[in-house]
């Protein structure tokens, strides 16, 4: 089993306008815990394309600048796909509790994208706290996972 995200490291995060009031009450309810974030926008609330603030988030994440991403969207399809453009990303789409676990521990994701437009913000944190608590297994997972990057 591998750790779990280097504390050490602060929290990329990001979304487009549709997921901006979840990020900013994201943002104050994780720094009130005590992580540190690298906010990567969108900074107001107003029309905006998602992959301008999903690919900052990724990249961060890529260089191991931040332990992990969290990104937000109304579907959260768009940073997901977006994020996933990236070689050394792997972003999962979490709409449930048990997904974002699964994502953490079958897949080895490092960025979790969430759908603001139909969870509630009290369950996008429960996924959260689930995704940063959760260790990848490894194992048959690691031989899968150790497929998926194009050569």
């Not at 995200?5 to 943002?27: L, W």
């Not at 990567?40 to 609330?45: A, C, F, S």
């Not at 792997?90 to 897949?107: D, K, M, P, S, W």
Request: aromatic letters at 8%.
């Amino acid at each position: 089993m591998s750790a779990i995200f280097d504390p050490s490291k602060p929290i990329a995060i990001g979304s487009d306008h549709a997921g901006y009031e979840y990020k900013m009450a994201i943002v104050k309810w994780l720094t009130e815990k005590g992580y540190r974030l690298q906010d990567k926008g969108v900074d107001e609330n107003k029309s905006v394309d998602y992959p301008d603030y999903a690919h900052p988030v990724a990249a961060s994440v890529e260089k191991g600048e931040t332990a992990f991403g969290i990104l937000l969207c109304g579907s959260a399809n768009g940073v997901c796909i977006t994020a996933n453009k990236h070689q050394g990303i792997r972003a999962g789409l979490a709409f449930e509790t048990e997904v974002a676990r699964l994502i953490r521990q079958h897949n080895d994701a490092n960025v979790i994208c969430i759908p603001a437009r139909f969870v509630s913000l009290e369950y996008a944190k429960q996924m959260i706290e689930i995704f940063m608590s959760t260790a990848f297994e490894g194992g048959r997972h690691q031989t899968r996972v150790n497929k998926i990057a194009c050569a």
